[in-house]
């Protein structure tokens, strides 16, 4: 059975970091893309950061680059999501997601394949 398990998420002040992670069993972790997705109150789901099959390619939307740093460890079925500098605005459901595909196919959240429950993040000011 497939599962993608969220933590780290939690209460944090603005310019506090998390780090969140995804625990991924039942499927073939090293052949999937990897990805991190949130979605804010009264939001649809927004793409954050995802990551090639072996670690070397990355994509940021714009909204986190230079402050959040996505992570893989294939030997352990992982992946991270470091967030630094967090502001109010970063407050959200964030949700690991992976899919066979990368690139275009993860501009529309439809496709993505595989999704976890959600971790909730709030940043207070």
């Known amino acids: 059975q497939v599962h993608l398990v969220e933590s780290g998420g939690g209460l944090v002040q603005a310019g506090g970091s998390l780090r969140l992670s995804c625990a991924a069993s039942?499927?073939?972790?090293?052949?999937?893309?990897m990805g991190w997705f949130r979605q804010r109150p009264g939001q649809e789901r927004d793409l954050v950061a995802r990551?090639?099959?072996?670690?070397?390619?990355?994509f940021y939307s714009d909204f986190v680059k230079g402050r959040f740093t996505i992570s893989r460890d294939n030997a352990k079925n992982m992946t991270y999501l470091q967030m630094h500098s967090l502001q109010p605005g970063d407050t959200a459901f964030y949700y690991c997601?992976?899919?066979?595909?990368?690139?275009?196919?993860?501009?529309?959240?439809?496709?993505?394949?595989?999704w976890g429950q959600g971790t909730l993040v709030t940043v207070s000011s």
């Open positions: 997601a992976a899919d066979r595909s990368d690139g275009s196919h993860w501009t529309t959240t439809a496709n993505v394949e595989l």
């Open positions: 039942g499927f073939t972790f090293s052949t999937y893309v």
């Open positions: 990551i090639s099959r072996r670690g070397i390619a990355t």
